[in-house]
């Protein structure tokens, strides 16, 4: 089923050298994973679980292996060094940790150039001699309907790239400051910020200043979308780190079975009022800092039809 914002196929690396990441731990307040020896097993066995529930519901996953010999531990996460978009428009983005710009792999993109209709690729990776960085879907949330890139200023996500993506990409750029329970500035949006196509799930009072906030708010809700406010612990549990995408037989919102737990049986009423909840454990995962979101780069590019 087709939709704008909620993408009916991903990509996901698969980890089997799976670690909590030492050059992230000073900015990632999610992160908690001591790097015992069992994590790699045990976060390879929870992500092909979540890859055949995916493909349960009919999406289309795309599994590449990662055999860690390049030393990535967050490789997991791909949504943060590429993203795709309606055209056939591809961007590849610059990493802020040294060891996570390791994760580019172009031969994830030529598969999806032989999958898929791309016109174009856009790479903003060189910016990274410069210090900066912009970490894609997890440093931005974007709503394909309305054409907002939502982003929590951090270092992860620096303001001049930011504009040159939104240029070329025909996003306006909301920008905002945001602190988490502990005061720590939030290193990525997509921690604390859902949008799917008629809800959206946020933390507002993470958001520092009242009339921003608001703002968010009032445009979040502008194309008629139900705005869901997380508290700062449901945040913490991960809740608003998930995924709309389009299954065989609707709309499905994949998140992790701790943010699944954490939400409210009003707020689970409300989510599916749009799109049914699938919840699926990453708990060794999650100890790297992300969740469920953070695994998923979807894929909003046309397919190739299949030859004869």
Known sequence: ????????????????????????????????????????????????AVVASLRAEGVTVHVHEDDGSRDTPDSVFPNNWFSTHAGGHIAVYPMFPENRRRERR????EQLKQDYRVQDVIDYSGLERDGLALEGTGAMVLDHIGRVAYVARSNRADPVILERFCTHFGYEPMAFDARDARGMRVYHTNVILTIGTGFALICLDMIDDPDRRAEVAERLAEDGRDVIDLTP????????NALELAGRDGAVLALSARAH?????????????????LPMPVPTIETAGGSIRCMLAGVHLSPRKAKP
């Open 106 to 109: 172009w031969d994830v993109i």
């Open 1 to 48: 089923m087709a939709s704008v914002q909620a993408p009916s196929a991903v990509v996901m690396i698969r980890p089997l050298a799976f670690r909590s990441n030492p050059e992230t731990r000073a900015d990632n307040g999610f992160q908690t994973g001591g790097g015992s020896v069992e994590e790699p097993g045990r976060a390879t066995a929870e992500f092909d």
């Open 261 to 277: 737990a954490v939400l409210s049986d009003a707020q689970r009423a409300r989510i599916t009022a749009h799109a049914r909840l």
């Open 233 to 240: 612990a449901q945040i913490d549990g991960f809740a608003g």
